[in-house]
């Protein structure tokens, strides 16, 4: 499965963006799918992911502001982002973790919040 992620950009602080990542193959099941983030001198970390019982899960510095989600029509995973800040500022990456074998990456979005 390859995965392409888009919809990264430059925004004000403030502003929205939504990401946009798809599957080149149909996802018919998953352990869970997400997306992470990796800001310039730091660790790549989890943002938002959606399990396979359809629960999902922030991190405490998107809460409220972010939401994942995913169509299975066109097999497109989704990240949007509302009132988004400077430190929001990162490469996000989305992944897909299958029922069986290794876990799928896109190739990144960049995504810049100026104040």
Known sequence: VQLQASGGGSVQAGGSLRLSCAASEIIAMFNHMGWFRQAPGKQREQVAVL???????????????????????KNTLSLQ????????TAVYFCTVLPPVGPDYWGQGTLVTVSS
């Open 81 to 88: 982002m509302n009132n988004l800040k400077v430190e929001d």
């Open 51 to 73: 399990t396979g019982s359809n629960r999902t899960i922030y991190s405490e510095s998107v809460k409220g502001r972010f939401a994942v989600s995913w169509d299975g029509a």
